[in-house]
């Protein structure tokens, strides 16, 4: 990491920190700073303000932020992989197998619990797509892992939309909530698969963000530079499945992170993998923390789910990049 990229990681670290102390205090019941830091680092304050704070935002506050980062690097990783900066992660189909699997569960009252379901859905649908785009002269190239992963995107869509019709009406309330992601109910099992695999996928990429570099160059350069293209997109792809798949089963289907996130760290510290991914990562999960911060004030005592938001944020983003684009072309 570079002296340029710490600096910026010591900024986000101290957001992160003022964003998660925000959060912690605000919901239905609002804690005042000083109390909810007391009821952190210390055993002699108010219970009833302990179990508001420590047991049940903490682990919210914590899912959110690791569900942030790992959606955030996985959307970073399949803009690298695809060669295309509005890629996000559930375009390989991750995100609407898991999906499939969850409502189907939900709908047929299935004995597996949801997240167990939503990882079965997500490896199903990415297993179909590399299956597909790895077919022939394919090689799992940027255009066919696009084409693959938006047919299948479809397909699940479309399923997932007619198990909802054939389910009960009372459980649509639900699956609604989970397709467009929510932190709610969290607690620290829940965030233990992604506090494992985020740091161990960091260490990992830290490693080769050369290569990823090249990969941008294209198959032909980065083969004439001794890159093996067909392994490093086979790599990424796990990587990027492990956690989307994860956050997925963790959060539900949080939309816009993985597109948002990536965008605004290029804008600050440009598009070179060592600088760009930890900022990354980092900046994932103060967006993430704020966000449902946001949701759980905006309407309290009832949530807004994490997707409505961060649509809001996302397609200013979406229409600022057309119109540069537009403006370089002219």
């Given at each position: ?101 969850a409502v189907t569960g939900l709908t047929l009252a299935w004995s597996l619990p949801t997240p167990v379901l939503a990882t079965l ?5 990415f297993a179909l797509v590399m299956t597909v785009a790895s077919y022939g002269r394919l090689s799992l190239s940027p255009y066919a ?25 009372r459980a649509l309330g639900q699956i609604l909530r989970w397709l467009m992601g929510s932190m709610a109910g969290a607690d620290f ?142």
């Open positions: 990491m570079s002296w340029g990229s710490r600096v910026h990681c010591v900024w986000l670290l101290s957001g992160l920190a003022l964003v998660s102390l925000w959060a912690l205090t605000q919901g239905a019941v609002s804690v005042p700073p000083d109390l909810a830091w007391e009821a952190l680092f210390s055993s002699a304050g108010d219970p009833l303000i302990r179990v508001v704070v420590v047991e049940m935002r903490l682990p919210r506050v914590l899912l959110a932020a690791l569900v942030g980062a790992a959606l955030s690097v996985a959307g970073a990783l399949t803009q690298t992989l695809v060669r295309n900066p509005l890629a996000d992660p559930y375009l390989l189909g991750i995100a609407n197998g898991a999906a499939l699997a859905g997500a490896l199903g649908a892992l696009i084409l693959c992963g938006v047919a299948i995107s479809a397909l699940g869509s479309s399923l997932t939309t007619l198990m909802m019709l054939l389910g009960d009406d099992g829940r965030s233990v698969p992604l506090l494992v695999a985020l740091p161990l996928a960091m260490i990992w990429l830290r490693w080769r963000t050369v290569k990823l570099d090249l990969m941008l160059l294209g198959q032909d350069k980065a083969r004439s530079l001794g890159l093996r293209p067909l392994f490093e997109r086979r790599a990424i792809a796990v990587v990027i499945l492990v956690l989307t798949a994860l956050s997925v089963a963790a959060a539900g289907a949080v939309s816009f992170v993985g597109l948002l996130v990536p965008h605004l760290a290029r804008m600050w510290v440009g598009g070179l993998h060592r600088r760009w991914l930890p900022v990354v990562a980092m900046l994932g999960a103060v967006v993430t923390v704020g966000v449902d911060g946001l949701c759980r004030t905006l309407l309290a005592p009832e949530e807004l789910p994490l997707s409505v938001p961060m649509a809001v944020l996302t397609v200013p983003l979406i229409l600022l990049l057309i119109r540069r684009q537009a403006d370089a072309g002219a």
